[in-house]
């Protein structure tokens, strides 16, 4: 049974204007697709539409069915916020560019990653202050003690990354939705972080939709790859298939650019950087 199941999903806004045009895909347990084009080509509004997050302005049409491999999935086109916030986290959860999307400000970090941990898991007590620890430390966060009792605005960019990844995983989710998660980042931490992502996935035998405007970013980590450009999928199918035979001119763009980044993200790594 599919992650996700999404046919001729259509989003637009009150005027009528299509910023995603009736794109369709699927995600098998376990498997990995990168969603990649530049900014205003859908595919954050695509993540989104999967989370039934959408802003009120906009409206979602099609078919689009999200569950967990084993149970019937939900149609989240047109379900309740009550039915969508009982799969959200559980389910589907996303990871978004900026962490501070995600983490609240004035919340020291440990407590914000407590309210999954003990909605979802059931914990309390000391089993909970353990496992906010243990959540920090497989994300690796080197002092995860020290993290948890800081607020967002008093760690690093990447450690806030990092203490998000933790949060969506805090669920135990079967899909995890990347969305630019590196992009804010130096280059060395985001091998860093690109590393993590595909060690965390590969552990937990979960989905992966990953987004990104950088092909080598994609190329790191998915199996699978849809261009979009102007709302529109151009051009779709396995990362090798896209990498040595594309067909679409943006496509072939997009991998004649890839190169530099993949190269800069090489020489990250091997320096072992912070």
């Not at 009792?149 to 135990?172: D, V």
């Not at 060690?199 to 990104?212: C, P, Y």
Request: glycine share 8%; with cysteine; net charge negative.
């Amino acid at each position: 049974m599919k992650i996700v199941d999404v046919q001729d999903l259509t989003v637009q806004t009150s005027e009528a204007s299509k910023v995603v045009n009736g794109i369709s895909f699927s995600i098998e347990p376990g498997e990995r697709l990168g969603l990649i084009g530049e900014s205003g080509s859908g595919k954050s509004m695509t993540a989104l539409a999967v989370m039934g997050l959408l802003p009120a302005e906009l409206k979602a049409s099609g078919n689009l069915l999200l569950g967990n491999g084993k149970d019937a999935p939900m149609q989240v086109i047109g379900a309740s916020e009550k039915s969508l916030n009982e799969i959200r986290g559980s389910v589907a959860s996303i990871v978004f560019q900026e962490p501070l999307t995600a983490l609240d400000p004035l919340m020291k970090i440990g407590r914000q990653l407590s309210e999954p941990l003990r909605r979802w898991q059931g914990l309390k007590g000391d089993a909970l202050q353990e496992a906010i620890i243990s959540a920090l430390a497989e994300v690796r966060i080197r002092k995860p003690e020290r993290i948890a009792g800081s607020y967002p605005y008093e760690i690093s960019g990447g450690e806030r990354q990092r203490a998000a990844i933790a949060m969506a995983l805090a669920c135990e989710p079967s899909l995890l939705i990347a969305d630019e998660p590196t992009t804010a980042l130096d280059v060395t931490v985001q091998a860093e972080i690109l590393d993590l992502l595909d060690a965390v996935v590969a552990e937990r035998g979960m989905s992966l939709l990953f987004i990104s405007h950088d092909l080598a970013v994609v190329s790191r980590i998915t199996d699978h790859v849809l261009v979009m450009k102007d709302g529109s999928v151009v051009e779709s199918g396995s990362l090798r298939n896209i990498l040595h035979s594309p067909n679409h001119p943006y496509t072939r763009d997009l991998v004649s650019s890839a190169k530099e980044l993949d190269d800069a993200l090489d020489i990250a790594k091997k320096s072992g950087g912070n």
